[in-house]
C-alpha cells in the first residue's frame, strides 16, 4: 500500500497530462474541422456562416462584363485592320499582275505559258510600279528615295540541252543575278538602258524563278470615320515568277506582307477622335485594375489553402499515424483558381498592349488578340465553376473529369491508326487527289470525313488515270468511315456515356468516401449562424442540405 502511495501523486500527473494533451488535440481538431467546412463551401454559404462578403464572386462577374466588353471594342478596331490589308492585296494583284482574273488559281494567282507572256508580264510590273501614284486609287506611296524596285533572277548554270536527243548537259549549281531600279531613275535614260541590258535575255531552259519586291507605304483612313487615330501601313511586296518544274508552265505567285508602323507625323483636327480614345484607354486601366484584384485575391486563397492543407495532413499524421491520398492532397488545389489567375495574367499583359496601340506606341495585333482572346476564353470557361454549386450542372464538369483519363488513353491508340491511313493516303492517293497532296491536307480531309463532310466529292474527286489506285482509293476510303465513324467514334462517345452514368449513380447512391470526406462526415454540421439575410444576391438562395453531402466543390 505504501509502495501504491508512493506512486500515486506521479500517476495523476502523467494521467492528467495525457487528459490536457488529448484536450489539446480535440480542439485542434474541432477547429480543423470547422475551418475544412468553411473552406469547402461556395460564397453564398460563406457569407451566411460567418457574413464573409463574397468579393471574389462579385469580382469575377463584374470582370467578364469587362473583359467581354473591351474584347468586341479590339475586335472591332481589328476588323477595320484585316480589311485594309485584304482590300490592299487585292488591289496590288490587279495592278502588278497582268490578266490577273481577280480569283486565285489553286495556291498561285495566275500562271503563264508562253516566252512573251514572261516578258509582257514583267515588263507590266515594271511599267505599273513607275506610274503608280497616276493610276492608284489608294494613299500608297513609294517607301523613300533610296527603295525602289528590285528584280532578281535564278538559273542554273549554262549548258547545253537537246530534248529530241534526250541529251541533257546542264550543271544543277544556280547563280542568281539581281538589277535596281529607283522610283526617280524610272522616267530617265538610265533606266531604257537597263531594261535593255542583257539581263531580261531570258534563257527558260535553265531559268528557274524570277523574283520582283518592292515596297509600298499607305495610310488608313478609314478608321478615322470609327473614331480611332490613322495607322500607317508598310507592304512588302514580292511577285515570283516559278519555272522549277520546267512544264512549260510559269506559276506567278504574290506574296504581300503588311507592317503597321507608327507615324511619325500626324496632326489631326477634331475634339471627338481625342475624347473617343481617351475615354477607351481609361476603360483598359479599370480593366487592369479589376484584373489585378482578381490576380491577389486569387492568390491569396491558393496560398491560404495549401497553408490548411499542411495543417491537414500533420494533423492526419499525428493522429492516425499514417499519410494522406494525393486524391485528398488535390482536393485542397482549386484547378478554377489558377485558371483565374492565368486569365489574369494574360487579360493584364494584353490590356496594357492595347493600350500602347490605342495610342499608337505599338502595332503587336497578333500578339494582343491572343492574349485577349485567350483570357476572354478562359473567364467564360470559368463560369462553369459558379455552375458547378449546383448539383444539375455539375454533372457536365464532373463527367468531363471522370472521362477524360480514358478519353487519352482511347485518343492515343485511335491516333496511331489515324496516322498510318494519313501517311498510307499521302503517299499513294497524292499524285492523283488534290485533297490527298501533302500532310496537312490529308489530315483534314480525313478529319472531315470523320465527322461526315465533303464525302461525296472526296470520292469524286479522284482521277481515274490508273484502274489500280482507283480500286484501292475506294478500299482506303471505305475502310476508313466504316472503322472511325461507326467503331472508334461510337467507342469514343460510348466512354463518355459511361462515365456521365457513372456520375449519376454516384449522386443517388454516393460518391466514394475518402479519408477527407470521412473526416468531415465525422464532424457533422456547425452551429453557425441561420440568420436569414436582407441581401438581394440571387445566388444566395438556401440550398437542399443534402446536397453537401454529395461532393466537396472547391
Not at 495543417?311 to 478554377?336: M, P, Q, S, T
Not at 494574360?346 to 485567350?374: F, H, P, Q, R
Not at 454516393?510 to 454540421?525: A, I, N, R
Request: charged share 20%; proline share 2%; glycine share 4%.
Amino acid at each position: 500500500m505504501e509502495i501504491s502511495l508512493k506512486y500515486l501523486p506521479g500517476g495523476r500527473a502523467a494521467a492528467s497530462g495525457n487528459i490536457m494533451a488529448q484536450s489539446d488535440l480535440d480542439l485542434e481538431e474541432t477547429t480543423l474541422k470547422e475551418d475544412l467546412k468553411f473552406y469547402f463551401m461556395n460564397p453564398c454559404e460563406k457569407y451566411r456562416a460567418r457574413r464573409q462578403i463574397p468579393w471574389k464572386l462579385a469580382l469575377q462577374i463584374l470582370k467578364i462584363l469587362m473583359v467581354t466588353t473591351q474584347l468586341i471594342f479590339f475586335g472591332l478596331s481589328n476588323q477595320l485592320v484585316v480589311s485594309f490589308k485584304e482590300e490592299n492585296t487585292v488591289a496590288f494583284k490587279h495592278l502588278f499582275l497582268k490578266g490577273y482574273s481577280g480569283v486565285d488559281e489553286d495556291d498561285y494567282s495566275c500562271s503563264i505559258y508562253t516566252q512573251q507572256d514572261a516578258y509582257d508580264s514583267i515588263f507590266y510590273v515594271i511599267n505599273q510600279y513607275r506610274q503608280l501614284k497616276s493610276i492608284s486609287l489608294g494613299t500608297l506611296g513609294y517607301e523613300h528615295e533610296g527603295a525602289g524596285l528590285k528584280i532578281c533572277k535564278q538559273q542554273y548554270k549554262k549548258r547545253t540541252m537537246l530534248p529530241s536527243n534526250d541529251t541533257l548537259n546542264i550543271d544543277v549549281s544556280t547563280e542568281t543575278e539581281c538589277i535596281f531600279f529607283k522610283p526617280q531613275e524610272l522616267a530617265g535614260k538610265k533606266a531604257e538602258l537597263k531594261l535593255n541590258s542583257s539581263f531580261f535575255s531570258l534563257e527558260f531552259y535553265r531559268l528557274i524563278q524570277i523574283e520582283i519586291s518592292f515596297k509600298l507605304k499607305g495610310i488608313a483612313l478609314q478608321t478615322i470615320h470609327a473614331r480611332e487615330l490613322p495607322d500607317c501601313y508598310a507592304f512588302q511586296n514580292t511577285i515570283t515568277f516559278n519555272n522549277r518544274a520546267h512544264s512549260g508552265k510559269i506559276k506567278i505567285y504574290f506574296d504581300s506582307d503588311t507592317d503597321i508602323q507608327e507615324c511619325k507625323d500626324w496632326h489631326i483636327f477634331g475634339s471627338v477622335l481625342q475624347k473617343n480614345t481617351q475615354y477607351i484607354l481609361v476603360f483598359d486601366g479599370f480593366v487592369i485594375l479589376s484584373c489585378f484584384a482578381s490576380l491577389i485575391l486569387c492568390t491569396r486563397s491558393i496560398i491560404l489553402a495549401l497553408r490548411l492543407q499542411k495543417r491537414f495532413v500533420n494533423f492526419f499524421r499525428e493522429k492516425y499515424k499514417r499519410h494522406v491520398c494525393d486524391a485528398d492532397r488535390l482536393e485542397f488545389i482549386n484547378g478554377w483558381y489558377i485558371l483565374v489567375i492565368i486569365s489574369d495574367v494574360m487579360t493584364i499583359i494584353g490590356s496594357v498592349l492595347k493600350m500602347e496601340i490605342k495610342a499608337k506606341n505599338l502595332t503587336s495585333y497578333d500578339v494582343c488578340s491572343i492574349l485577349l482572346g485567350t483570357s476572354t476564353l478562359f473567364v467564360w470557361v470559368g463560369v462553369i465553376r459558379y455552375l458547378g454549386y449546383f448539383q444539375t450542372y455539375n454533372v457536365l464538369i464532373l463527367t468531363m473529369q471522370a472521362s477524360l483519363p480514358k478519353v487519352l488513353r482511347f485518343c492515343c491508340c485511335a491516333g496511331m491508326i489515324y496516322l498510318g491511313y494519313t501517311f498510307c493516303g499521302w503517299i499513294v492517293l497524292g499524285p492523283y487527289h488534290e485533297k490527298f497532296e501533302d500532310l496537312n491536307t490529308v489530315a483534314e480531309c480525313l478529319f472531315s470525313l470523320v465527322n461526315g463532310d465533303d464525302m461525296f466529292a472526296t470520292f469524286a474527286q479522284i482521277q481515274q488515270k490508273s484502274m489500280l489506285v482507283w480500286l484501292f482509293s475506294r478500299l482506303y476510303l471505305y475502310s476508313f468511315i466504316s472503322l472511325f465513324i461507326y467503331m472508334i467514334l461510337s467507342l469514343f462517345i460510348a466512354l463518355i456515356t459511361d462515365a456521365y452514368d457513372t456520375i449519376k449513380k454516384y449522386q443517388q447512391s454516393g460518391f466514394p468516401v475518402t479519408d477527407l470526406h470521412e473526416f468531415l462526415k465525422d464532424h457533422g454540421s456547425v452551429d453557425y449562424k441561420k440568420e436569414r439575410t436582407s441581401m438581394s444576391f440571387i445566388c444566395c438562395s438556401r440550398r437542399q442540405q443534402s446536397d453537401d453531402n454529395l461532393i466537396l466543390i472547391n
